[in-house]
């Protein structure tokens, strides 16, 4: 069974304290960064010298989700700029199967994600290509949203697809991830979790990347 992975994402942390936010966060598995272009979202938020940075100073691997256009271009970038992994969308990529390739040829792990409105059913034949689908349970762009109930069926249909193609590829959820939310997402096959407003809005950090972990495993 695919592992039970907590990514806090640091849009929803202190922008002028990143790197002690990044501290707060040790006992996760990834921290996710947000990198938004103003263009394929309408928010605009770090680069490639910023994401440097972060990988030298983490203690955490980086699962960097780009939002940005053009991503055949900007990906392979991030991969050199010290992520573990790299998430570009399909509505912003000509290829993905060739970026995906790129990107594990660079040593990452590589991931396509899908706006609510996205169907997966185009990527689940060539999921032997990625190591990651990320489904977007909120349109992309901003922390704080609500959950979109609807996107469960597609997780549960990444997820049935996956198993029963032996892959071994995660299935990432990402928006709206809380106490509240995270069991039954974790039901319909998640097994990757986005959080942001939930664990830098909790008055205990840490603590709230083990509730979370634990309300996933069961
Ligand atoms: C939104 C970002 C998310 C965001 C999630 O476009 O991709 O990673 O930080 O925030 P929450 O967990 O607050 O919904
Ligand atoms: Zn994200």
Redesign the pocket.
Known sequence: VAPVLINP?I??ADFANLERDLQLVASADYV?V?V?DQHF?PNLTLGLPVVRRLAEVTPVPLDV?L?VEDADRWAPQYAEAGAASVTFHAEATQAPVRLARELRAGGVRAAVALRPASPVEPFLDLLDEVDMVLV?T????????AFIEGTLAKVRRARAAIDASGAATWVQV?????RDTIGRIARAGANVF?????VFGADDVAQEVEALRRLAEH
Do not use: I, N, R, T
């Open positions: 994402s849009l929803s996710h947000d938004m979202v989700h939002m977007m909120v349109e992309p762009g901003f922390g704080g949203q990402d928006g709206g991830v809380s986005v959080a942001g407003s939930a």
